[in-house]
C-alpha cells in the first residue's frame, strides 16, 4: 500500500505560480499528477518514473515541471503561468508497474486531491 497526502492547492491569479506537493509512503516506479475540472474528466498532467524521465500533457508542457525527492517522500508540480483553465483538483497517484504514463486507469493508489483555482 502507498499512502499519498497533497498540500499547497489554493487560489491564484492568472500569470502566477503555485507548487504542489505530495507525500508518499514509499515510492514506486512512476509517479504523476492528474487533475479533474467540474464537468470533464480526469486527466494526467505530468509523471516521473524511478530513472527521473518526465512526461507531461501538451497543455502544460513549458509551464509546469515534475519532481520528486525520494529523500523527503515527496512529489512536487511546480507550476508557473497559470491560466484559468487549470483551474481543477489535482491529484498525485503511484503506480508499481514499469513504464511512464499519463494513464489514468494505469494507477494504484491515490490521493485525496488538492483545489487550483485560476481567477482574476
Known amino acids: 500500500q502507498v499512502q499519498l497526502v497533497e498540500s499547497g492547492g489554493g487560489s491564484v491569479q492568472p500569470g502566477g505560480s503555485l507548487t504542489l506537493s505530495c507525500s508518499y509512503t514509499r515510492s514506486t516506479h512512476c509517479m504523476g499528477w492528474f487533475r479533474q475540472a467540474p464537468g470533464k474528466e480526469r486527466e494526467g498532467v505530468a509523471a516521473?518514473?524511478?530513472?527521473?524521465?518526465?512526461l507531461y500533457a501538451h497543455s502544460v508542457e513549458g509551464r509546469f515541471i515534475v519532481s520528486k525527492d525520494d529523500a523527503k517522500n515527496t512529489l512536487y508540480l511546480q507550476m508557473n503561468n497559470l491560466t484559468p483553465e487549470d483551474t481543477a483538483m489535482y491529484y498525485c497517484?503511484?503506480?508499481?508497474?514499469?513504464?511512464?504514463?499519463?494513464?489514468?486507469?494505469?494507477?494504484?493508489?491515490w490521493g485525496q486531491g488538492t483545489q487550483v483555482t485560476v481567477s482574476s
Open positions: 516521473i518514473d524511478a530513472f527521473g524521465s518526465d
Open positions: 497517484a503511484a503506480k508499481n508497474s514499469f513504464g511512464i504514463t499519463r494513464h489514468v486507469q494505469l494507477y494504484d493508489y
